[in-house]
């Protein structure tokens, strides 16, 4: 299922297609092939063919990953390249990859899908990745290695060198034979600003030693320069470390951990992040951005001018015929038909415009010989002007041997301008004479037209009395009829007023009508009205009669009521002088009670009144006296105050 749902997913946003076949049983020419016609169904579309492109190619020996970097790079494309790109899909998927010893690709494969942006300048351009199959290894032939290499080199404006471990010396080695390509194609220009190549990313796999440099860019930028110092080497290395910056726009390195054993020991890899090691992902999140993010990608120049798409495809294809037909293809060979390849590129932008200017001259009809001859000379002048500003390699001689080329060209173009415009002139002529054989015809028919023009405004004049003398006839017509119209409509006016007054007459006997009914059923309504009122105040009567019975009653009750309520007063009354006069006397007793006591506190204080605690004895029974007689007068006048 999951392989299903990759393919339909591959269907959608594009797949690898193989541009680049190499049959490994022949030896021969046979044994490559280039499909140009899946190069042009990718770059030959509207919105592509004409804008420039900014060419990813990924190279290296085989099974140490190409397929598996160029995956993030889609990555990246496909997010718009947002920031969390590396977050923004489930699997890698894209490029074919799986871990193991055994090559999985072989020729060259461009992606279907191209990638729109802008560059660093502002500039719209399209962004195209190209998988290549490993070179420089043990299966390997060196024709495959300059093939595949070279054309990585010669048609990118980035090519990512993939190494595993450390740059080595022969890895170094690999770049001579474009070392000799650029010192024979630029000769003047290793001593100049100018550079033959642009971008060269070494990118070195499972670095060990990131304690002497760091992962990343700083550190591949440190490690790099200490690789290309030519200090203390023979003069055979110093020569090729002296001479690869001089040949490239830009070199830089970057230094990766490994991904993990899961990604690189096991065939059960499918592209799940969680299975690649941590580190790796961090530092895969810079890589992608510092080879295709919008600061750092750049379309792919030909002496110095960006080439379009179709342009790579006609420059593609003249590198990989050069390839082809050479055994052993040299540096000085391959600088041949980088010279043919762009003075071919300017000759046919040249002859473009050559081939517009007089066509827009000449178009569909004629011009006189010394006319022609003259545009001629113009805009073969204008078209010298053009191939001569543009940037060519090769030189003067190169330069002089192109011109007659470029002047062969534009002969025959003129050539077959002068047989266009020869039979021009023969079709205006045969279109002249058939235009005269036209207008003799049509004179005649003309003149017979024009007889019968005539016979008809005789007629028309004719014709035209007759329907005078008709509209005079109708005038009267219509005059007759409208002073009838107007008697009818005398009539009509009195009738309608007579049939309104009529209505207005009904209507009014209908509303009297209507209103005796209204008026009787109004009486009929207040005569039920008042019988009803009759019907309640008799009910009402009766209610109140039965009430006032009803209250006689009461009252009668009310008054029984309070008779009883009476004598039970007067019996609580007798009952409460009673327990008064209980209270009484308890009082009294208890005044006596008191009275006795006093006396024997008397008696005690006479008995003691020689001790020396008798005068306090007597302020205490003197308080008690006080305060008995105080609680006595308090109790009587409680007694008298009570409510009766």
């Not at 000449?362 to 191939?387: P, Q, R, S, T």
């Not at 309520?565 to 009673?578: F, G, P, T, V």
Request: aromatic fraction near 8%; glycine fraction near 6%; include cysteine.
């Amino acid at each position: 299922l999951d392989s299903l749902l990759q393919e339909k997913t591959m269907s959608d946003t594009g797949r690898p297609i193989k541009i680049i076949h190499i049959d490994e049983e022949e030896e021969g020419p046979d044994r490559y092939s280039f499909d140009c016609g899946a190069l042009k169904s990718i770059l030959d579309k509207d919105g592509v063919r004409d804008r420039p492109l900014c060419v990813a190619t990924v190279a290296g020996a085989m099974r140490q990953g190409k397929s598996f970097l160029l995956n993030f790079m889609l990555r990246y494309l496909r997010s718009q390249r947002n920031e969390d790109w590396i977050n923004t899909e489930g699997k890698l998927s894209g490029f074919e990859f799986r871990g193991g010893s055994e090559r999985e690709t072989t020729g060259i494969y461009i992606w279907s899908q191209v990638f729109p942006t802008k560059t660093k300048t502002g500039q719209d351009a399209n962004i195209v990745l190209i998988d290549t199959q490993g070179t420089f290894d043990h299966d390997a032939l060196m024709r495959d290695n300059s093939m595949i290499f070279g054309l990585s080199l010669l048609m990118s404006s980035v090519t990512v060198y993939n190494l595993l471990h450390n740059i080595r010396e022969d890895d170094l080695q690999n770049l001579v034979f474009f070392s000799e390509f650029g010192s024979l194609a630029y000769p003047e220009t290793l001593a100049t600003s100018a550079k033959p190549f642009q971008r060269l990313f070494y990118l070195v796999r499972d670095w060990e030693y990131d304690f002497q440099d760091p992962y990343g860019s700083v550190g591949g930028a440190s490690f790099l320069k200490r690789i290309l110092d030519p200090k203390g080497k023979n003069s055979e290395t110093r020569d090729l470390r002296e001479r690869l910056p001089r040949l490239f726009e830009n070199l830089s390195c970057f230094l990766m951990p490994s991904p993990g054993k899961k990604v690189t020991k096991t065939a059960r890899f499918h592209g799940t992040l969680d299975d690649i090691e941590p580190e790796f992902v961090k530092q895969m999140q810079d890589l992608i951005p510092a080879i295709l993010g919008p600061k750092n990608i750049e379309v792919k120049k030909t002496e110095g001018i960006p080439l379009t798409a179709q342009d790579f495809i006609t420059s593609f294809s003249a590198l990989f015929q050069e390839f082809k037909k050479h055994e052993e293809i040299g540096a000085e060979s391959l600088v041949n038909v980088h010279i043919a390849n762009t003075h071919k590129m300017s000759i046919d932008k040249t002859v473009a415009f050559y081939v517009e200017a007089m066509g827009s001259v000449i178009g569909d009809g004629f011009i006189e010989k010394e006319a022609l001859e003259g545009f001629n000379k113009e805009f073969l002048d204008g078209a010298m002007k053009v191939y001569r500003s543009s940037k060519k390699m090769g030189g003067k001689k190169a330069a002089e041997k192109y011109e007659k080329l470029l002047t062969s060209h534009l002969e025959e173009q003129f050539m077959k301008f002068k047989e266009r415009n020869e039979k021009n002139r023969e079709t205006k002529q045969k279109l002249q004479e058939a235009e005269e054989k036209r207008f003799a015809e049509e004179r005649v028919r003309l003149e017979a037209e024009r007889e019968a023009i005539e016979a008809k405004e005789k007629f028309q004049e004719a014709e035209k009395q007759r329907l005078n003398e008709e509209k005079l006839r109708v005038l009267a017509e219509k005059e007759n009829h409208e002073a009838k119209k107007k008697h009818d409509d005398v009539l009509k006016e009195k009738l309608e007023e007579e049939r309104l007054r009529v209505e207005a007459e009904k209507e009014k006997l209908e509303l009297q009508g209507k209103l005796e009914a209204a008026q009787k059923e109004a009486f009929e309504k207040e005569k039920a009205r008042i019988q009803s009122e009759k019907e309640i105040i008799e009910a009402r009567a009766e209610q109140d009669k039965a009430e006032r019975m009803r209250i006689e009653a009461e009252v009668q009750a009310y008054e029984a009521e309070l008779k009883a309520r009476q004598a039970a007063l007067n019996e609580i009354a007798a009952e409460k002088e009673k327990i008064e006069a209980q209270n009484r006397q308890l009082e009294a007793e208890k005044h006596k009670n008191e009275m006795e006591d006093m006396a024997r506190r008397m008696e005690m204080m006479q008995s003691q009144s020689q001790g020396p605690g008798f005068l306090e004895s007597l302020g205490q029974v003197i308080e008690f006296a006080k305060n008995t007689a105080l609680d006595i007068l308090q109790a009587r006048a409680a007694f008298m105050t009570r409510p009766r």
